[in-house]
């Protein structure tokens, strides 16, 4: 399979390492507005650099967009269209109405790069809690340096961003609580901390309602010090994932180098939509998106829970 990259950003040298990982996938073109990023990524893995998406069509059968927000539903619209299958990175989009045009015009086509489900750490976890009985307390506590000097403008932009944190590495916290705890989300209340003169949160805590009355405690938080742990209490032992680990009451079950596991997320990811297996259902990464929209409207009216 012939992949194209729109976006030769931060994230899209992952994808290239892990695709060059998966035999039968090929990086053949790169897409940048800026004809540097797309030469240099290009130049590492021997592929055409191109202007924009509709000049690397022709050279891809999957296509992934590795760009801003508020990019995410026009070029997959239009990859879609153009008869290509889509990765578009997470968050699906930076409304749930815009994911849903999405899902009622590429459905079929449209892959969503929640890849945080694929972290060996986290699907041990998955297969690990049946064996603990019900879940009582589930927290995760995460962060992401959101104001190092080098993030792009378009990070503080809440019209391309969509938001601050909570957008950008909170869809990732959600999805993991209601795929580990194998609920829907009823609601979400929560707080986010906009710094003086910004336009998007650099923190946020929330609370997901979930179906059958469990609640995900998540804390978001804005620092150069990485922090990764959920912590997820059941009825016959405490489960604890951190960025390369998986612990159960204290034993470690797992324990993997977090960078090189990282881009295996990417690589089993790529390898799951070769196979046609599931990845992030489109409902699932719709829900993320729902899950934000919700926080924020909760912030904005004084913490209660807000329906999705
Ligand atoms: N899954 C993950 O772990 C993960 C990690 C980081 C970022 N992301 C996601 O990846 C996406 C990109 O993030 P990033 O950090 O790589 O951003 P970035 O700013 O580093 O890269 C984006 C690139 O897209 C280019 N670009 C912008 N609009 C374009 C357009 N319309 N056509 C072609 N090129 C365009 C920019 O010039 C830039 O080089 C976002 O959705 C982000 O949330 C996911």
Redesign the pocket.
Known sequence: MRLGI???????G?HAAAAAQVPGLTLTAV????PA?AAALAGRHGARAVA??DDLLDDADLVVL????A??ED?ALRAAAAGRQVLV???MATTAAACDRMIAAAGDRLHV?Q??RFFAQVRAARDELPALGAPLLYVERRSTDYRRPDR?A?FTDRGRAGGGIAM?VGV?SIDRAAWLLGAAIDAVAGTVAVPAGWTVETAAAATLHLAGGLQAHLTLLDTPEFFHETTIVCERGTLSIGPGSLSVDGRRVLSVDGDAE?TASFRRQYQAILRGEPTATLAEARQAVAAVEALYRSAATGGHPVPL
Do not use: I, N, S, T
Request: overall charge negative; aromatic content about 6%.
């Open positions: 729109v976006g030769a950003g931060e994230v899209a992952r897409a940048d507005r800026d990023r924009g998406l590795a760009v801003p927000h990019d995410h070029l990175e997470k968050p790069g890849q945080g792009p378009w950008l990732h990282y």
